[in-house]
């Protein structure tokens, strides 16, 4: 599946529950990425990270927690405390920081 | 905050002609330039990039110029085909104060009509 795979594709949250959507590539890319998609809007930077147990805040952060425990994996936990959490959310990774990102198929993030 | 603006939101044209899709920037220091592809229900994929030394680039198709002057770049697409419906979308690199990130324009949907 391109060698990046989220799961899972549809995720629906309760209110105060925590959730996490998995990402995991094989293409050996050191940077990860997880992006935000509402409609009518570009993608937004939640998280990255250049390297094991390494990552970074982009703009919209708050709410969101990640782990780089291994260079194949960056999970991304949405926490009760991000109110509006219905989005699409990306996963992507790439060998150069910000160049030419492959992308996961996405997760569909609902709450009940 | 620094931003990309992408414009026209929604391009209608006739399959054939070209399309046109441009993007501002507010970063003087952006040097790297990525449009990606969107297809309905499918993961966004790069179509071509464009670095902050180079003015134009082609790819059959496709190509992307930028005018750094006036913080612009914008995507041509000639002989448009329907394959090429979809949203495309462009960004732009910032350096912030504790991150360097892609900076992302809004999309446009691009519609070829038969």
């Known amino acids: 599946d391109g060698g990046i795979t989220q799961s899972p594709k549809y995720l629906f949250r309760k209110e105060g529950q925590n959730v996490t959507l998995s990402c995991e590539q094989n293409l050996n890319h050191d940077a990860m990425y997880w992006y935000r998609q509402d409609p009518g809007q570009g993608l937004r930077l939640i998280y990255y990270s250049q390297i094991v147990n390494d990552f970074q805040k982009g703009d919209i952060a708050e709410g969101y927690s990640v782990s780089r425990e291994k260079k194949e994996s960056f999970p991304l936990t949405v926490t009760s405390a991000q109110k509006n959490p219905t989005a699409f959310y990306l996963c992507?990774?790439?060998?150069?920081?910000?160049?030419?990102?492959?992308f996961g198929s996405g997760t569909q993030l609902s709450v009940l | 905050g620094e931003n990309v603006e992408q414009h026209p939101s929604t391009l209608s044209v006739q399959e054939g002609d070209s399309a046109v899709i441009k993007c501002t920037y507010s970063d003087s220091a952006s040097n790297y330039f990525p449009w990606y592809k969107q297809e309905l229900g499918k993961r966004p994929q790069l179509i071509i990039d464009?670095?902050?030394n180079v003015g134009e680039k082609k790819d059959q198709r496709i190509a992307v110029t930028l005018n750094k002057t006036a913080k612009h770049f914008s995507l041509h697409i000639t002989e448009t085909q329907p394959e090429d419906s979809a949203v495309y979308f462009c960004?732009?690199?910032?350096?912030?104060?504790?991150?360097?990130?892609?900076?992302w324009g809004a999309g446009t949907k691009l519609i070829i009509k038969p």
């Open positions: 464009i670095r902050s």
């Open positions: 992507a990774s790439s060998s150069q920081l910000n160049e030419k990102l492959f």
């Open positions: 960004a732009a690199t910032h350096f912030g104060d504790s991150n360097y990130q892609l900076i």
